[in-house]
Structures are given as structure tokens and as C-alpha cells.
């Protein structure tokens, strides 16, 4: 599995860009990076996700570092709405084939005050 | 709207009881998931199916147990239902059960064992 390490939460004022961070070391080649985000018992809601490359969608940017072992989301001007649980998930692959199933940590809860 | 649809809602039942709930896909999707998620445990991946099978297991108890159907609609059934399997189910859904493929996330059915 490639396991993630986010931190438990974190702070952004409204209008401001959230940078929230994710450790994922143990990554294979072949794995991406997804990112979801939960508001308050919704269903999870797809962000953005990649392998190598720096991505971006109208939601948000995904900057991966050049050794994969980590990634950045980026929200580019944080507003109210987006205060919720970010998860960011590694892909597994289990035993050479591949099911797609996404394996959800304790995420980031990520607080946009006004 | 992510184009998943899950029923109920909502649903209150008594310990030993027995529940189904229903899922269906976004329309073209063959992969399903079912995700638990309680407030204790975190999201759980309990179980994917891809056109039919399948193909993945996680977390799912012996008491549950899930199928798709030939319309490619999912059905988890839920038995000898006990107080901590209060709970909010997530079904979620993608093209392919494979990695890269986004899985969309239905707004989840909540079931309080009482």
C-alpha cells in the first residue's frame, strides 16, 4: 500500500490560496496521487488527481515532486465552501493488477475562515 | 451531482434486522465500490464489483454481502444487523476497475441500528 501522512488540519483565510501537503514516500512508479475532499458527511468528492506531471482543473492544482515522494494541493483562492476533510491517496495496485480501489486515511481537515 | 444514485437516504432499523441498499451507477460505469464509513473507523472499502464480479474485497464482514446485477445496478445487503453497524454507506462508481480511472462517490445512505 502506499500510505500517505497529512497533517490533522489546517487554517487558510478566505480569498488566499490553501497549500495543503502530503507525504506518500513509499509510492510505487505506477501509482497516482489522487485527492478527494469530504464536506461534513457528503459523499467524498473528486479534486484532481496525477502520476508524474503537475496537473490543474478548474478545482485545483496538484504539484508532484520530482521524486513522487510528495505532493502539494493547491486551492487558489480558498472560500468558505471549501472548508472540509482533504484526503490524498495513493492508488494501490494490488498484487500486479490493477482494481482501482482507493484506500482513504484521516485526511486533512482544512478550515477557510473569513 | 455525481450521477450516482443511492436509496434510501435514509433508514432506521432494530438490531438482527436485515437491509439492502440500493446503487446505481453513472451512466457508462462498470466498476462499483462500497465504502462504510462510521465515525469511529474512518472510510472502509468493503467490497468492488467490475460488470458483475468481483473483483476486489476489503473490510465486509461475513454478515454482508453485495452483488451487480446485469443493468449494472449494485445491491449491499446488510444482515443480523447489530448497534455498530450504524453507519453512513458510500457506493461510488468509475468507467473501469482499474488505476487512473476517477471513481465518483453517491451522497451515501445512512443506517441507524437501534
Known amino acids: 500500500d502506499a500510505k500517505t501522512t497529512q497533517p490533522p488540519s489546517m487554517d487558510c483565510a478566505e480569498g488566499r490560496a490553501a497549500n495543503l501537503p502530503c507525504n506518500h514516500s513509499t509510492i510505487s512508479g505506477n501509482e497516482y496521487v489522487y485527492w478527494y475532499r469530504q464536506i461534513h458527511s457528503q459523499g467524498p468528492q473528486y479534486i484532481i488527481h496525477g502520476l508524474k506531471n503537475n496537473e490543474t482543473n478548474e478545482m485545483a492544482s496538484l504539484i508532484i515532486t520530482e521524486d513522487r515522494k510528495s505532493s502539494t494541493l493547491i486551492l487558489p483562492h480558498a472560500t468558505l465552501r471549501d472548508t472540509a476533510v482533504y484526503y490524498c491517496i495513493g492508488q494501490i495496485n494490488a498484487g500486479g493488477t490493477s482494481y482501482g480501489k482507493l484506500t482513504f486515511g484521516q485526511g486533512t481537515i482544512l478550515t477557510v475562515h473569513p | 451531482d455525481s450521477g450516482v444514485t443511492q436509496t434510501p437516504k435514509h433508514l432506521i432499523t432494530a438490531t438482527g434486522q436485515r437491509v439492502t441498499l440500493r446503487c446505481s451507477p453513472r451512466s457508462g460505469d462498470l466498476s462499483v465500490y462500497w465504502y462504510q464509513q462510521s465515525l469511529d473507523q474512518g472510510l472502509q472499502f468493503l467490497i468492488q464489483?467490475?460488470?458483475?464480479?468481483?473483483?476486489a474485497k476489503g473490510n465486509i464482514l461475513e454478515r454482508f454481502s453485495a452483488q451487480q446485477f446485469p443493468d449494472l445496478h449494485s445491491e449491499l445487503n446488510l444482515s443480523s444487523l447489530e448497534l455498530g453497524d450504524s453507519a453512513l454507506y458510500f457506493c461510488?462508481?468509475?468507467?473501469?476497475?482499474?488505476?487512473?480511472?476517477?471513481?465518483?462517490f453517491g451522497e451515501g445512505s445512512w443506517l441507524t441500528v437501534v
Open positions: 464489483y467490475y460488470n458483475g464480479e468481483e473483483r
Open positions: 461510488a462508481s468509475s468507467v473501469a476497475g482499474s488505476m487512473g480511472n476517477t471513481i465518483y
